[in-house]
Antibody, heavy 119, light 107 residues
Framework: QVQMVESGGGVVQPGGSLRLSCAAS????????IHWVRQAPGKGLEWVSA????????YYADSVKGRVTVSRDNSQSTLYLQMHTLKTEDTATYYC????????????WGQGTLVTVSS | DIVLTQSPATLSLSTGERATLSCRAS???????LAWYQQKPGQAPRLLIY???SRATGVPDRFSGSASGTDFTLVISRLEPEDFGVYYC??????????FGQGTRLE
């Protein structure tokens, strides 16, 4: 069955960097766009970023544009999110989510990894 | 960007009752590209409805979605104990960016 497992979260100081990973299995990873969605503690869902099935196109929310880079390694079925210049408002659980081909709704989600930006 | 406004913020009902959750878009959502998710504490969201009307795999038929213009509705015909949680709508018709509603807590 489809499985997506995020890792790389932790505590980082404001201005710091962090790299999240999402290891996928149970489906043909290279055929699907994958997204990052985050959720601040006690808050709602916020879309962060997306990458096309082949990695040729990347998309970002205005709130993270210029500070975040999404990439993927289809040979390893792994998605990455490199985050720089982290702010306290980036504190959230980060989920990777599989899109249904070109329709950007999410039929599978990972369990999330918590990023805490605090001094 | 399309803003989605969900109402009510909290819905207090009992098992066996009917739940009606609303999601209003600030502009038209092309091709009714709207989805609904359920989230329980400590868990990732779960897809319930896509394309405004279609149930995702494994979703019970007590869940149904409908649309009228910029208004979208999720109905749970008879609440089961496992249905309580937070529900989010999401539009993917004009994206990026994808946008979510702020959620309705069903308690």
């Amino acid at each position: 069955q489809v499985q997506m497992v995020e890792s790389g979260g932790g505590v980082v100081q404001p201005g710091g960097s962090l790299r999240l990973s999402c290891a996928a299995s149970g489906f043909t990873f290279s055929s699907y766009a994958i997204h990052w969605v985050r959720q601040a503690p006690g808050k709602g869902l916020e879309w962060v970023s997306a990458i096309s099935y082949d990695g040729s196109s990347q998309y970002y929310a205005d709130s993270v544009k210029g500070r975040v880079t999404v990439s993927r390694d289809n040979s390893q079925s792994t998605l990455y999110l490199q985050m720089h210049t982290l702010k306290t408002e980036d504190t959230a659980t980060y989920y990777c989510a599989k899109a249904y081909y070109s329709r950007w709704y999410f039929d599978s989600w990972g369990q999330g990894t918590l990023v805490t930006v605090s001094s | 960007d399309i803003v989605l406004t969900q109402s009510p913020a909290t819905l207090s009902l009992s098992t066996g009752e009917r739940a009606t959750l609303s999601c209003r878009a600030s502009q038209s959502v092309p091709m009714s590209h709207l989805a609904w998710y359920q989230q329980k504490p400590g868990q990732a969201p779960r897809l319930l409805i896509y394309g405004a009307f279609s149930r995702a795999t494994g979703v019970p038929d007590r869940f149904s979605g409908s649309a009228s213009g910029t208004d979208f509705t999720l109905v749970i015909s008879r609440l089961e104990p496992e249905d309580f949680g937070v529900y989010y709508c999401q539009q993917y018709g004009r994206s990026p960016p994808i946008t979510f509603g702020q959620g309705t807590r069903l308690e």
